[in-house]
């Protein structure tokens, strides 16, 4: 139930653009996107809602494709600050009323000058 | 607000031994996740607890157990330490249980000997 990501790493130059798929076999209620730098926590960046709402960042986009259980996040004008592993969680429904939140491995983003 | 405190923030422990580890969610969240983080596996789902209840679970060992007391704070236990359970367990709080942010918290690092 782990979604995949691709690519697992990336590099860029500053300026440039990248984009980091998610995809899962399962319907989802929800994708939430999260950056993690070296050493720290895991910081939200950005959740994409069942319907098309979506909650986040002005500098970083996404999209949620439903019918393909499918999302993509979309960094454009790359800097250095975006270096970190991006990780995307999926919600599913587990039973009942209960939904669960499952990351996957991560892809490792690396900006440099 | 505070933010999610975990504590301890480093452990040693050697195999065999137990260990608990324990959370503090932000102020008015119910609702605590756990995750084992380890290099190259991302974050690998333990438990949700939400106003003291276990709304969901994750592939591991019944070695690995968890609660919430009534403040909403949580602990997770794990029995029988193997060297495999090394790894960086981190929390996150939210809200509610789904289509909610998660806040982390900065990690429990355990190393075991």
């Known amino acids: 139930q782990q979604p995949v990501q691709s690519p697992q790493a990336v590099i860029l130059r500053e300026g440039e653009d990248a984009v980091i798929n998610c995809s899962s076999s399962k319907a989802l209620y929800s994708v939430h996107w999260y950056r993690q730098k070296h050493g720290e926590a895991p910081v939200f960046l950005m959740i994409?809602?069942?319907?098309?709402e979506q909650k986040g960042h002005d500098k970083i986009s996404a999209s949620f494709n439903e019918k393909k259980q499918q999302s993509s996040l979309y960094l454009t004008a790359s800097q250095l600050s975006y270096s970190g592993t991006y990780f995307c969680g999926t919600e599913m429904h587990s039973g009942g009323s209960n939904y669960k939140l499952t990351f996957g491995k991560g892809t490792l983003l690396t900006v440099n000058p | 607000k505070a933010g999610v405190t975990q504590t301890p923030r480093y452990l040693i422990k050697t195999r065999g031994q137990q260990v608990t580890l324990s959370c503090s969610p932000i102020?008015?969240?119910?609702?605590v996740s756990w995750y084992q983080q380890t290099p190259g596996q991302g974050l690998q789902f333990l438990f949700e607890?939400?106003?003291?209840?276990?709304?969901n679970k994750g592939n591991f060992p019944g070695r690995f157990s968890g609660r919430q007391f009534s403040n909403s704070r949580s602990e997770m236990n794990v029995s029988t330490l193997e060297l495999g359970d090394s790894a960086l367990y981190l929390c996150?709080?939210?809200?509610?249980?789904?289509?909610?942010?998660?806040?982390f918290g900065p990690g429990t690092r355990l190393l075991v000997l």
């Open positions: 994409l809602l069942k319907g098309g």
């Open positions: 102020s008015g969240h119910r609702s």
């Open positions: 607890y939400f106003s003291e209840t276990q709304r």
């Open positions: 996150a709080s939210s809200f509610a249980t789904s289509q909610e942010t998660q806040y």
